[in-house]
């Protein structure tokens, strides 16, 4: 009997998951109101937001606006405005501070169909970001009872009895910006004021942005509508557990996946339903009864995934990610689900007792961070998915493995994750506070004393629900690696201490938590200062020789871009080179260039022969730009695990045109800043210490690589080669080793001219595993042989493999001169304008005589209508265009 009963609930169960997998069609669904807004300023208009909501108020007169958005964006999309990033408009553009605060206070419109929901279906109305503060009304009737404060805590309301029987809707928004606005003075977060909101701390200006007029008001982030059947589910959260150290290849031992949701019934009964968890074809089910208009967080049990697909950080492995989903079924129909990619993969942090800091792992095994920081993808929060992806992979092409989102910003979007995710980039994000506003140092352009900073914000309330609200929305992306108090001081304590003790714990828990970006919890501080820096132009040699904080979370340089990019945001009467006095030891600067923020390149240049013009020092920048950051890496990598456990560079990208701390500019056009990365973040590398002479390999790997041949060659002005050593070597996983003492013969062979040393290692097939080309300097300090040397003689062959996909090939014939730091573009061919964005395998190429290298570009060939061309120039080659084969 009791057999028969097992086997009865058995097959009872299997008709259920039957049932389950083929419901009925299912009531959720959700879409984002992203055009046909209209708006209007506040003073404009005479009416409130009940008659303004009703579909029969006149809006025509309105303009249109750009909803997700800022004011200004509408303003600029309206031509009411100049562009703000070019030349001097942002200072010809009024500022709140000066205007007050209504003027930039905005009423947003949207009609849109909707029917009003059957049975038990509910509709719901969400706003992801409102900047700051807002009163929502919908066809008539207000639909927030109190005023809704604060830039980062998402709103989501129960519209169904709200909506039209017939379907037509208007939602009626009324944005006031943040309050107070801060006066833009020119200090870090300007008077510093800003701060007092829970909000954005960069709109008010910073050392790197001149201030954004309406300090980014508006409906900021994504609105949408979503319907639900009877129960909806909100905050699901799935974890994964991965005990051991594991291997990137070979079969894995099980990994457990923690799942759960919080179900709310919006209903006045009881609803009884099923619960889902569904990853790689295993399900967890669990049944529920919710309670009249009640919420249940509901745990799920452990699932055993076996033998697991696992998700690593870019170099080290695939960051592979499962497709799961949470659902949600009553009556056999789907009432509501959220669909999750989820990477399998765990984070832990121990202190290194060599270095003195924190490292990370992951899956057991420790990760040398290689990271950049992270502003904010544009100033105006003018956000898309494409954006978020180019942005993000080019960090992946830059051989990084981490992004720092800096405090003076935002949580980054769930899109900015999602490319993360894909790409394999940890993320270290920091809550909402700096140093500079929040009153760590004592600072003559703030409006408020240390005491009253060290305060901020005035709400600590609002702070603590946006930061709960916001690790929700964010939290089951593998990529987030480290939560971060703020930038380079803790929130108060009032808020620290929840934060820490009781609200990460119970919302996360998972992953470390560092008080704030430079404490000594995270790198030991024995050298002075405050933990960070240097920020400016070092000697190549620095990197390797000074030994800076042992996890450095901000260490910049320069990075502007070549002239085809300066030309995109400066005007041609400004197009000015900059000039340095090495007597004054200062630089003369054309106003533009200065309002932008240029970082000065001091006498970096001149080893390569004064500019000619601004084209000329723009070229000459890259030479920099790329030995700089090629030198930076590669000097924290030698010493890796004896005194760094990572590096952290400020920063790699612009939301705004600066000219400062850029791998690649606002409008995704990257410099020679990028490539220099690329080739000293290589996984496996071979390089140059410039100290003694060694040639070092550095293993990042969790692999030894044996039977490497390491060649080690210089090439003369005329191209011809000298051998100076090649040899078989291996190296251990996650090691730096020196192998060859060169420097005597390299600084014989320098002496006269400078001279190309070329590094390679090849594995048993030949194959090229590293590949690393210095030009070094005459006895002098200059590149004499550079200045002199022969046309280059290379030839370039353009081949289309498939729309979207190109192979460059550049080939220099045997007793040439090296064909020197070329740079592929791929261009309009009717205008010669670059193409952009464009990912190069490598670019700022060399080639040896009778070699060849090929670069593959990648690009979206959809939004491009006739087939494009290919340019190249290098320091010994003129530009030249070439058709594509």
């Not at 809006?59 to 999309?77: E, Q, S, Y």
């Not at 140092?441 to 709400?459: C, E, G, V």
Request: include cysteine.
């Amino acid at each position: 009997m009791a057999t028969y009963k097992s086997f009865a609930k058995s097959f009872s169960l299997f008709i259920a998951f039957f049932l389950l997998s083929f419901a009925n069609a299912p009531a959720q669904n959700k879409y984002e109101l992203n055009e046909g807004w209209k708006c209007r300023q506040i003073a404009e208009v005479r009416a409130d937001g009940t008659q303004i909501s009703k579909t029969d108020f006149a809006v025509n007169a309105w303009i249109n606006a750009t909803v997700p958005g800022t004011v200004l964006t509408t303003l600029l999309n309206n031509k009411q405005v100049p562009d703000p990033f070019w030349g001097m408009n942002n200072a010809h553009i009024k500022d709140i501070y000066t205007t007050g605060r209504d003027y930039y206070t905005y009423w947003f419109v949207k009609d849109f169909t909707q029917p009003a929901p059957t049975g038990n279906n509910q509709v719901y109305l969400n706003l992801r970001g409102v900047n700051y503060s807002c009163e929502v009304f919908l066809n008539g009737k207000k639909v927030n009872k109190q005023t809704h404060f604060g830039m980062f805590l998402r709103q989501s309301y129960n519209i169904s009895a709200l909506l039209n029987k017939n379907g037509a809707n208007r939602l009626a928004v009324l944005v006031y910006p943040p309050d107070p606005v801060g006066n833009p003075n020119g200090g870090q977060g300007g008077d510093g004021r800003i701060a007092k909101n829970v909000g954005l701390q960069y709109t008010a200006g910073w050392d790197w942005i001149q201030p954004m007029r309406d300090r980014n008001t508006g409906i900021w982030d994504k609105v949408t509508i979503e319907t639900t059947g009877a129960v909806r589910i909100t905050d699901p959260h799935v974890v994964t557990i991965v005990p051991g150290i594991r291997q990137v290849e070979g079969k894995q031992q099980p990994a457990v996946i923690k799942s759960s949701a919080t179900l709310v019934n919006a209903t006045g009964k009881i609803v009884s339903g099923v619960l889902q968890f569904i990853i790689d074809g295993q399900r967890m089910v669990k049944n529920i009864a919710i309670k009249p208009n009640s919420s249940l967080e509901v745990n799920l049990n452990d699932l055993v995934l076996k033998d697991p697909k696992l998700w690593w950080p870019n170099g080290y492995g695939t960051p592979h990610l499962y497709k799961s989903s949470i659902q949600f079924f009553t009556a056999n129909k789907l009432s509501d689900k959220a669909d999750i990619n989820v990477g399998v993969r765990e984070i832990q942090t121990s202190w290194n007792t060599q270095t003195h800091s924190r490292q990370v792992e992951v899956n057991g095994q420790k990760i040398f961070i290689k990271g950049g920081n992270w502003i904010i993808s544009d100033a105006m929060l003018r956000f898309t998915d494409a954006r978020y992806n180019a942005e993000v992979r080019f960090h992946r092409d830059m051989n990084l493995n981490l992004i720092r989102v800096w405090g003076g910003a935002l949580v980054e979007r769930p899109e900015f994750y999602n490319a993360c995710d894909e790409y394999g980039m940890l993320v270290f994000q920091d809550f909402w506070v700096s140093g500079d506003a929040n009153g760590r140092w004592l600072d003559p352009m703030k409006k408020d004393d240390q005491w009253t900073r060290r305060k901020y914000p005035d709400d600590h309330k609002l702070y603590l629900q946006s930061l709960a609200d916001q690790i929700k929305l964010v939290r089951n992306h593998p990529s987030l690696a480290i939560w971060c108090g703020g930038n380079e001081i803790t929130p108060p304590e009032d808020i620290l201490l929840p934060v820490r003790d009781s609200i990460l714990p119970k919302l996360d828990g998972t992953r470390w938590f560092v008080e704030y970006s430079n404490s000594d919890k995270m790198s030991l501080n024995t050298l002075g200062g405050n933990g960070d820096g240097p920020y400016g132009i070092q000697p190549d040699s620095a990197f390797w020789k000074v030994h800076t904080f042992p996890f450095n979370s901000e260490i910049g340089s320069v990075g502007i871009n070549d002239f085809e990019s300066l030309k995109r945001f400066i005007p041609t009467e400004n197009l000015v080179a900059p000039e340095f006095s090495d007597d004054k030891k200062k630089n003369k600067v054309d106003s533009v260039w200065d309002y932008h923020k240029y970082i000065g390149y001091d006498a970096s240049i001149e080893p390569y022969g004064k500019a000619k013009d601004v084209k000329d020092f723009a070229a000459k920048a890259q030479l920099v730009n790329y030995n700089q950051y090629r030198a930076l890496m590669e000097g924290f990598s030698a010493h890796m695990w004896d005194w760094y456990t990572g590096v952290i560079i400020w920063k790699t990208q612009n939301p705004w045109t600066a000219m400062r701390g850029q791998m690649y500019d606002y409008y995704l056009d990257p410099n020679a800043c990028l490539y220099g990365l690329h080739n000293g973040s290589e996984p496996l590398h071979v390089m140059y210490n410039p100290l003694n002479g060694m040639v070092t390999i550095v293993n990042n790997t969790f692999t030894t690589k044996r039977d490497l041949m390491l060649s080690v060659k210089t090439y003369d002005m005329q191209g011809r080669e000298k051998l100076l050593t090649q040899v078989f070597e291996e190296i251990q996983p996650q090691s730096v080793k020196g192998f060859v003492p060169v420097k005597d013969d390299v600084d014989a062979l320098a002496k006269k001219e400078g001279v190309f040393l070329s590094l390679r290692l090849t594995d048993l097939k030949q194959n090229v595993v590293s590949d690393n080309l210095y030009w070094l300097v005459d006895e002098k300090g200059n590149y004499s042989g550079l200045k002199k040397i022969a046309p280059s003689q290379v030839e370039t062959v353009a081949k289309q493999i498939v729309p979207g996909k190109i192979e460059v090939t550049l080939s220099n014939p045997p007793n040439a001169p090296v064909a020197f730091f070329n740079r592929v573009s791929l261009v309009d061919s009717q205008s010669g304008a670059r193409l952009l964005p464009v990912f190069y395998s490598d670019n700022y190429v060399s080639v040896l005589p009778g070699e060849h290298k090929t670069v593959t570009l990648t690009y979206d060939a959809g939004k491009i209508k006739s087939l494009p061309a290919v340019t190249v120039s290098g320091w010994n080659l003129k530009e030249q265009t070439i058709s594509l084969k």
